[in-house]
C-alpha cells in the first residue's frame, strides 16, 4: 500500500514547492510531483515539481490543462505525476484541506502510490535557528482504508531529502529573495511567455 512507500525528494523539486508557497504567503498554493517508482522496492523518487496556482485553486478547467501540459512534458521524459502538494491560506492551519485529498484522490487513480505533501509552517520558521535536515512538510498517503493519513506516526521516516544540504540551499534562496521569481500555471495562464517551467529558476 502507498502507506509503505518511503518517498524521496531531490532538492530542485523541494526548493520550488516551499518558494511557491513564500511568493504566495496569503494563499493557498499548490503544486503536483514528478518522479518515479523506483527499479527496485516500493519506494517512490521525487524529482521535480510544478507550481501549479495561487487563485481558485479547486476550479477544474485550469486545472485539467495543466494536468494536461504536464503529462505531455514529463512523460517524453520516462516521468509522470507520482503526488501532490499544498499549502494553507492559514499560518497555523494543519489540516489537509479537502481540496488537496480530492486532487490526491484523482491522483492515486493513475499511480496508487501517490504522496500528498502538505507545508508545516512552524518547521519552515524554524529553520534558520536549527540544524534540521528534514523537509518542512507532512507527507500524507492512503491508508489501506483509502483514507489519507499523516505518515510517520510510529516514528518513522517516510519521507526524506535527497540532497543532506537542501535546507541550507532553501535558506540561501530565500535571503535572496528568490521567490519571487517562482512562476507557476496561474502566471502562465495570464501570459503565455511565462514559462511554468521555471528554467531560469536555479542559474
Known sequence: MGGESPYEIHQIAYIKLVLHALKHRTSAVNAVLIGRSAAFGNSVE????????????????????????????????GLGIVGYFHANERFNDFELAGVAKNIGDHITRY?????????DNKKLEALPQGKDRSPVMQLYSKDASKNWKLAGLD???????????????????????KWKDIID?????????????????YK
Open 111 to 119: 499511480f496508487p502510490q501517490a504522496a500528498l505533501l502538505l507545508l
Open 46 to 77: 521525487i524529482i521535480d515539481s510544478v507550481p501549479l496556482f495561487h487563485s481558485q485553486i479547486g476550479l477544474l478547467p485550469p486545472l485539467e490543462i495543466a494536468l494536461t501540459m504536464i503529462e505531455e512534458y514529463y512523460g517524453e521524459k
Open 155 to 177: 516514528g518513522s521516516n517516510h519521507l526524506t531529502l535527497k540532497e543532506p544540504s537542501a535546507n541550507i540551499v532553501l535558506l540561501d534562496y530565500i535571503s535572496s529573495e
Open 185 to 201: 500555471f496561474d502566471d502562465h495562464l495570464d501570459d503565455i511567455s511565462k514559462d511554468w517551467l521555471n528554467p531560469d529558476l
